[in-house]
């Protein structure tokens, strides 16, 4: 039976992807400052990366990496769409904190 | 073997610590800094699985643009005050339960899935790494410009709107009423 920890399988770097979505799902739910749940949402965007490279890897196919390709486009038009949104909403109400932002709630 | 066992924890230690630098530092300097931190273990991560393109990607987009963007957005909406407010919600708690669960559950699915594929004969001969005649970006470009043409144009596409997105959404409230105004004036003489 080989070690939990030394021989790199498939399996660790399933568990640092999961890892890193999850702290990335974390902190979108918990953070207050708009711009910090913007970047958590890159770093889940990066755990998916992860897998997705692990798998390439796993099956000798490109085809993983070209996924990842286009989820790194995303993630950078998603950036600058949200950061562009969170300027005008500051220039509109003065804070970026998430739960200030109640205007469609009630 | 057991050198690419060293860089994975290496580089996987400071993936997961920048991330969670990242969301629970108050300076939102500090959190983007942590970011890159992280980013540039994911980066090596990529480096380890031989796919080097998305390794100089990795570097140049997310570290050299995504992260100076936001960067600059920090300078730009000011936030020294922001640090001395309360930095989570209230509802924290619950969220920290709800992520935990949904980790034990991912935890137990992943543990699924390899005892699965661990029965079946060709897992071995699958986890072989194959010998690549042609480097990693040749093997891109190939599928990238053939199978996935389309694709590829569409993100073209979206780029292109999220560029124009963006300009528009940042830009000045007062010119935007000002160039309306100016129209509307233009449509009166007319």
Redesign the interface.
Known sequence: MEGL????????????G???F??????V?????L??I???I??ML?GV??NL??F?????D??G??F???I??????????G??????L???KMT??A?EIQLLKW | MLLNAIFFYSFALLAVAGAILTITRANAVHSALSLIASLIGVAGLFLLQEAEFLFAVQILLYIGGVTVLFLFVIMLVNLDEAVKLRQFNRLWGLALVAVLGAGLLTIGGIARYQHQQSARPDWAIAAAPQVATEGNTERIADVLFSEYLVPFEATSLLLIVAVIGAVLLARKREALGASTAAAEARGEEI
């Open positions: 920890l030394y021989p790199i399988t498939l399996t660790h770097y399933l568990i640092l999961a890892a890193l999850l702290i990335g799902t974390l902190g739910l918990v953070r207050r400052n711009v910090i913007l970047m958590s890159e770093l990066n990366n992860v490279i692990a390439s890897r796993l099956h000798g490109v085809q990496q070209i990842a390709i286009f790194i486009a995303v993630a950078v038009a998603e950036a600058a769409i950061l562009g949104i969170l300027i005008a500051f220039r509109n970026v904190q739960d």
